[in-house]
Nanobody, 128 residues
Framework: QVQLVESGGGLVQPGGSLRLSCAPSRFTLDVYAVGWFRQAPGKEREGVSCISSSDSTTYYADSVKGRFTISRDKAKNRAYLQMNSLKPDDTAVYYC?????????????????????WGQGTQVTVSS
């Protein structure tokens, strides 16, 4: 069964940093785009960042631009979201997503409907 597993979430003070990891099982990430999404209580799911299958294009939501960095390590078959200067508004469950419909695309889009595989999510809480 295809799975994605996120890790790296936790409780951090405002201004702190976390690095989220996304690990697939039974497939390789490097042919697909990878997206990171988040959902806070009472709010709609938000596309935070994505990276194209070729790694040539990245996207960041305005709310995280300059603070978050998406990357992948093809040798380790992992994707990452480095989150710096965290704010209380960043508190949410974070999900990584990918899938065959993103294969070979020149760009990536933060549209949840375009991703087939989702992880279970990892909680990020920013609080003093």
């Amino acid at each position: 069964q295809v799975q994605l597993v996120e890790s790296g979430g936790g409780l951090v003070q405002p201004g702190g940093s976390l690095r989220l990891s996304c690990a697939p099982s039974r497939f390789t990430l490097d042919v697909y785009a990878v997206g990171w999404f988040r959902q806070a209580p009472g709010k709609e799911r938000e596309g935070v960042s994505c990276i194209s299958s070729s790694d040539s294009t990245t996207y960041y939501a305005d709310s995280v631009k300059g603070r978050f960095t998406i990357s992948r390590d093809k040798a380790k078959n992992r994707a990452y979201l480095q989150m710096n200067s965290l704010k209380p508004d960043d508190t949410a469950v974070y999900y990584c997503a990918t899938g065959p419909r993103t294969q070979g695309t020149a760009d990536c889009r933060p549209n949840a409907d375009e991703y087939d595989y989702w992880g279970q999510g990892t909680q990020v809480t920013v609080s003093s």
